[in-house]
């Protein structure tokens, strides 16, 4: 796998026309050194919890206070600035809760087959991804349907994955072409990558998109992750080995730090430096994935939502 990235770092440098360093083997045990302040910057501030420095023995569940637990049958989450929670339930309903865990909306659509996806950036216009049949359908927010983009009308028939940008259109990987796309209201494309089986020389297969001040990542279960700017053109890449975990699903993007839940715990890891943190967090057996939101935590099992208040 490190060779791959390899490969990829050497041709963003011919691309590019800059030095890159790649920083290999890099020591992201457990019980590594704290970041210095100045690195730190503004992450555990913004969560408003302290964290253990890679060892996570504790269960810190003192600084969490339980406000709700709802009863729920889901198998996705994600989250919004106004501290909404969206679900993907067992009925394939897309369902909305405030951060008291009271339902505020619901959206059903059977003709696409199963929603994949919610991108829930901004809660003024959301994006629900239909894998199988390659849709992408905008709410508005009042969960109504407000637009369709049925892709394979304009030659993309298989899409990987697919995010908001940040200018409220869309990106999608386009998997038969291997190249990441950006489509405005018109149904045009107005940016797109490279095809990347010419950067990697291997087909790939993502499962998660997600742009966040000006950059756009795409991870790739079997490599990585791939970093892009604003018009599709590769920037930087994180393989699985510099974060230590080879089966990541998505991930939250926190000023500028990846934010995931992994093992029973939330890792915070800063791209250009690959250094980590690790947050305990209230312990469950049960945990399907945790989302962070303004001084909230919200956290899906099996057969319930829990949600927190984080004290500070």
């Given at each position: 796998m490190r060779t791959i990235f390899f490969r990829m770092l050497l041709v963003k440098y011919l691309y590019l026309g800059v030095a890159v360093l790649f920083l290999s083997g890099y020591n992201l045990a457990a019980g590594s050194d704290s970041f210095a302040s100045t690195q730190k910057n503004t992450v555990m501030s913004a969560i408003n919890i302290g964290s253990n420095n890679g060892n996570s023995n504790s269960s810190n569940n003192d600084e969490f206070k339980l406000i709700n637990t709802v009863p729920l049958k889901a198998n996705f989450i994600t989250t919004d600035f106004l501290k909404n929670a969206y679900f993907i339930t067992s009925k394939n309903q897309v369902m909305r809760y405030d951060s008291t865990g009271n339902v505020t909306g619901v959206y059903s659509e059977t003709?696409?087959?199963?929603?994949?996806?919610?991108?829930?950036?901004?809660?003024?216009?959301i994006l629900v991804f239909y894998k199988e049949f390659a849709t992408v359908v905008m709410l508005d927010m009042r969960m109504n349907n407000k637009r369709i983009f049925k892709l394979p009308n304009i030659g993309i028939s298989s899409v990987s994955a697919a995010c908001l940008s940040d200018d409220n259109y869309f990106w999608v990987f386009d998997q038969n072409e291997q190249r990441l796309k950006k489509i405005n209201n018109n149904y045009e494309v107005i940016h797109k990558s490279m095809d990347l089986r010419q950067l990697l020389g291997v087909t790939l297969n993502p499962n998660f998109l997600t742009e966040s001040n000006g950059l756009i990542y795409l991870n790739v279960p079997?490599?990585?992750?791939?970093m892009f700017d604003i018009f599709g053109t590769f920037y930087s890449s994180i393989s699985n080995t510099d974060i230590d975990v080879y089966d990541l699903k998505g991930f939250q993007v926190i000023n500028d730090k990846l934010v995931f839940y992994n093992n029973g715990e939330l890792t915070i890891i800063s791209p250009a430096s690959l250094q980590k943190e690790i947050v305990p967090i209230p312990r469950s057996n049960n945990v399907i994935d945790v989302r962070l939101e303004a001084g909230n935590l919200y956290q899906l099992e099996n057969n319930e939502a829990k949600f927190?208040?984080?004290?500070?």
């Open positions: 003709q696409y087959g199963p929603a994949a996806f919610v991108d829930a950036k901004t809660p003024f216009n079997e490599l990585g992750i791939l927190y208040m984080i004290s500070k």
